[in-house]
């Protein structure tokens, strides 16, 4: 009984040393994620990595709405766009017909017109002739008196035919005048119809001349509008996850962008070694070069330096050059220091690179490693999202959401002044 006793003890005690071991390395590895980037260099530098770091999960972002009205305006844009396409169409088809019509409606009025002024000469000819015939007639019979036509008669035959003369040549005359004013009238009324529908068809086509510039000017203006939303849209695209959001990637806005808005929300209060578009200038360049988001790393250190003011107090000057709190942790009494602020912009952006990019090697980097020991850091590749450095980077809960609030309104600022309408 004595042997079972002692084996019972035994194997208690065992049990206990295990599980206090383990309770020991539960806090060691709470201990360690939750830290900042200035962990003790004995730590962030060992060979061996640690557990894989939390996931990187997206939170909710202002990218949404601006993502759906941006595309609304898109579509209606482009709507616009197609519709005004349609109504160039029809119009330019219109401008043809009409010019061909209007073509045709000058020289058939041109043509009736000398048609007009041909039976104007008729009826003046006619007119002439018949007042010629009036007066040979007036000349032989109506100004000799009855009489006297007795008289010049040598037959009563004769009498009647002179009679019938004069009756006769007085409908001659009437009825020429009257065809000749009939032709003169309907060669005026329709040449008067004519140049009607020629004034109608010219006004037609003033008005389809007027449109066609107007529809053009709006279907180049929606055309403008669709091709900056599209911009736009992009630019808020590329955080459409949220803290998901990759670190890794072109930057999307430019520096001068970057400076404006600072100077324009912040006013010009930076504390920084080098003016704010110098400083914006080197977010582009250095992330490009390494193909990190320099434009979302700006608005972490917008976060990381109380808006490049470094207040009073804490454990980064503006003298150091140190934009992200590299080397501050909660236990530490000052940050690294760098010998200028490109030098400090580029090393945030190495360290990020080595949190991105899994098998990364300082030969690999755009520019000389900063650090060289960059390529033993042991969160090397686990961190491929923004949403990844809470915890990592800093201790606070929300950082990694704070970065991504910044970056949103820098470029809600910056769309709101787009002019988008």
Same mark, same amino acid.
């Not at 009257?178 to 009324?189: C, G, L, P």
């Not at 962008?257 to 920084?272: K, L």
């Not at 960059?374 to 990844?388: E, F, M, N």
């Given at each position: 009984?004595?042997?079972?006793?002692?084996?019972?003890?035994?194997?208690?005690?065992?049990?206990?040393?295990?599980?206090?071991?383990?309770?020991?390395?539960?806090?060691?590895?709470?201990?360690?994620?939750?830290?900042?980037?200035?962990?003790?260099?004995?730590?962030?530098?060992?060979?061996?990595?640690?557990?894989?770091?939390?996931?990187?999960?997206?939170?909710?972002?202002?990218?949404?709405?601006?993502?759906?009205?941006?595309?609304?305006?898109?579509?209606?844009?482009? %709507?616009?766009? #197609?519709?005004?396409?349609?109504? &160039?169409?029809?119009? +330019?088809?219109? /401008?043809?017909? *009409?010019? !061909? $019509?209007?073509?045709?409606?000058?020289?058939?009025?041109?043509?009736?017109? %000398?048609?007009? #002024?041909?039976?104007?000469?008729? &009826?003046?000819?006619? +007119?002439?002739? /018949?007042?010629? *015939?009036? !007066? $040979?007639?007036?000349?032989?019979?109506?100004?000799?008196?009855?009489?006297?036509?007795?008289?010049?008669?040598?037959?009563?035959?004769?009498?009647?035919? +002179?009679?019938? /003369?004069?009756?006769?040549? !007085?409908?001659?005359?009437?009825?020429?005048?009257?065809?000749?004013?009939?032709?003169?009238?309907?060669?005026?009324?329709?040449?008067?119809?004519?140049?009607?529908?020629?004034?109608?068809?010219?006004?037609?086509?003033?008005?389809?001349?007027?449109?066609?510039?107007?529809?053009?000017?709006?279907?180049?203006?929606?055309?403008?509008?669709?091709?900056?939303?599209?911009?736009?849209?992009?630019?808020?695209?590329?955080?459409?996850?949220?803290?998901?959001?990759?670190?890794?990637?072109?930057?999307?806005?430019?520096?001068?962008?970057?400076?404006?808005?600072?100077?324009?929300?912040?006013?010009?209060?930076?504390?920084?070694?080098?003016?704010?578009?110098?400083?914006?200038?080197?977010?582009?360049?250095?992330?490009?070069?390494?193909?990190?988001?320099?434009?979302?790393?700006?608005?972490?250190?917008?976060?990381?330096?109380?808006?490049?003011?470094?207040?009073?107090?804490?454990?980064?000057?503006?003298?150091?050059?140190?934009?992200?709190?590299?080397?501050?942790?909660?236990?530490?009494?000052?940050?690294?220091?760098?010998?200028?602020?490109?030098?400090?912009?580029?090393?945030?952006?190495?360290?990020?690179?080595?949190?991105?990019?899994?098998?990364?090697?300082?030969?690999?980097?755009?520019?000389?490693?900063?650090?060289?020991?960059?390529?033993?850091?042991?969160?090397?590749?686990?961190?491929?999202?923004?949403?990844?450095?809470?915890?990592?980077?800093?201790?606070?809960?929300?950082?990694?959401?704070?970065?991504?609030?910044?970056?949103?309104?820098?470029?809600?600022?910056?769309?709101?002044?787009?002019?988008?309408?």
């Amino acid at each position: 009984m004595r042997v079972l006793q002692t084996l019972r003890d035994q194997r208690q005690g065992s049990l206990r040393a295990v599980f206090l071991k383990a309770l020991v390395l539960v806090a060691v590895a709470g201990v360690v994620s939750s830290l900042s980037v200035g962990i003790d260099n004995r730590e962030v530098f060992a060979a061996q990595p640690p557990a894989v770091v939390g996931k990187n999960v997206g939170s909710g972002t202002a990218a949404g709405p601006r993502i759906a009205a941006l595309s609304s305006l898109v579509a209606r844009s482009d %709507a616009t766009v #197609v519709e005004s396409n349609r109504d &160039l169409g029809n119009l +330019r088809s219109q /401008l043809v017909r *009409l010019q !061909a $019509a209007e073509a045709a409606a000058r020289a058939h009025t041109d043509e009736l017109g %000398a048609l007009e #002024v041909q039976a104007q000469s008729r &009826l003046i000819e006619a +007119r002439a002739t /018949l007042a010629s *015939l009036a !007066a $040979a007639a007036y000349r032989d019979t109506a100004s000799a008196p009855v009489f006297v036509i007795f008289l010049r008669a040598r037959t009563p035959l004769d009498i009647e035919y +002179r009679q019938e /003369l004069v009756r006769q040549t !007085a409908r001659v005359r009437n009825r020429a005048l009257r065809q000749a004013k009939s032709a003169e009238v309907i060669a005026a009324n329709a040449t008067r119809v004519a140049r009607i529908e020629r004034d109608r068809i010219r006004g037609e086509l003033q008005t389809v001349s007027v449109q066609i510039p107007a529809v053009e000017k709006r279907g180049s203006a929606a055309r403008i509008t669709a091709t900056n939303g599209r911009f736009w849209l992009a630019r808020w695209s590329s955080i459409a996850n949220g803290t998901a959001t990759t670190i890794r990637g072109q930057p999307v806005l430019g520096s001068e962008e970057m400076s404006r808005w600072f100077i324009g929300t912040r006013g010009n209060r930076s504390r920084a070694t080098v003016p704010m578009a110098e400083l914006a200038r080197y977010y582009v360049e250095e992330g490009s070069s390494e193909n990190i988001r320099g434009d979302i790393a700006f608005a972490q250190s917008v976060l990381e330096t109380g808006g490049f003011r470094f207040p009073d107090g804490g454990q980064v000057a503006p003298s150091d050059n140190n934009f992200a709190g590299m080397g501050a942790c909660d236990s530490c009494a000052s940050g690294r220091t760098y010998s200028s602020a490109r030098i400090g912009v580029r090393a945030q952006m190495q360290l990020l690179r080595v949190y991105a990019q899994p098998g990364l090697r300082n030969s690999m980097l755009g520019n000389p490693a900063v650090d060289p020991r960059l390529d033993t850091h042991y969160l090397r590749g686990k961190v491929q999202a923004w949403s990844g450095l809470t915890g990592t980077w800093a201790t606070a809960r929300a950082y990694g959401d704070r970065i991504i609030e910044i970056f949103s309104e820098m470029l809600a600022w910056l769309t709101d002044r787009a002019g988008l309408g």
